[in-house]
């Protein structure tokens, strides 16, 4: 199933809230961290310093720790944007998900709890975004119906719009003295497969067996081992949704026919298929 931002977010919050070894701090903000060998000593806009063995930066793609500790990125841009919003439709989604690869990438219906409610991750050339947030809602329910090949029937607009634009980009490294990037400050891939949200749940769970009793969680030989398991795994997954991605925009009628190919054979073998989603799903 799709989670709703918002649950998973109320879900983590009443976790952090309800433990005791974690202090929330709601009303401030990260604005500068100087690290020295014993400890890294982060400095809020209120005034407040907070001394740590270990700075997490999990602040997203537009990290504000990675931008301070100088970690430079690469990015790839596909001119392509990415559109997100909730539907109804006619027909139940039986919980499956569905991808539909037309030129400009692929329309992604992932289903909800409710069936006959899905998510919808649309990403398409930015000029073609663009476009159709400007229909009427009519045309665009039309639009959205006819990009779905009519999979599930009708199909009815039932949230606002979320939009951005579609990037691969991947920190140079992911540690520096007394911290280390996780999830989007490390590596924004487009959305294709659920890898990114993979890809962060690996860095939670490497990083956590790392430094688990450890006495000195931001320790030089913690860091090191952190980068080497994981840097090296980030580089290789980016790659592979770079090329699905790059396979989803052509235009041409013989690389669509190339993909449509490649595609019904997947279908069509089950032994590939479920290879395929164990990659998916693995770290490896």
């Not at 235009?251 to 595609?263: C, D, G, P, S």
Request: glycine share 6%; proline share 4%; hydrophobic share 35%.
């Amino acid at each position: 199933y799709n989670v709703a931002n918002q649950n998973l977010f109320k879900i983590l919050k009443n976790t952090a809230t309800e433990d005791d070894n974690i202090k929330l701090i709601t009303d401030d903000e990260f604005i500068d961290i100087k690290t020295r060998t014993g400890a890294a000593y982060i400095e809020l806009r209120s005034g407040k310093r907070i001394t740590c063995k270990l700075l997490i930066g999990a602040d997203g793609r537009n990290s504000s720790v990675r931008e301070t500790l100088s970690i430079k990125t690469t990015i790839i841009k596909y001119d392509q944007d990415g559109l997100a919003f909730t539907i109804s439709h006619a027909h139940p989604h039986s919980n499956i998900s569905v991808e539909i690869y037309e030129s400009g990438g692929p329309f992604t219906i992932v289903p909800l709890k409710n069936p006959n409610e899905s998510a919808i991750i649309w990403m398409d050339k930015t000029k073609s975004i663009k476009k159709a947030m400007q229909l009427d809602i009519p045309e665009f329910e039309k639009s959205i119906t006819h990009r779905s090949g009519n999979c599930l029937g009708a199909l009815k607009l039932t949230s606002e719009f979320s939009s951005w634009p579609i990037i691969n980009q991947l920190a140079q490294k992911i540690t520096s003295n007394r911290c280390a990037l996780i999830a989007e400050a490390a590596h924004v891939l487009p959305p294709i497969g659920a890898q990114g949200l993979n890809m962060s749940i690996q860095d939670i769970r490497t990083l956590g067996d790392i430094i688990d009793g450890s006495q000195d969680p931001g320790s030089y030989t913690n860091l090191i081992n952190y980068e080497k398991i994981r840097k090296k795994k980030i580089v290789a997954r980016s790659k592979i949704i770079n090329g699905l991605n790059l396979s989803s925009i052509p235009e041409n009628k013989n690389l669509q026919k190339v993909r449509q190919t490649a595609l019904h054979f997947i279908g069509s073998s089950s032994m590939v298929k479920n290879l395929l989603i164990n990659i998916g799903l693995s770290d490896t």
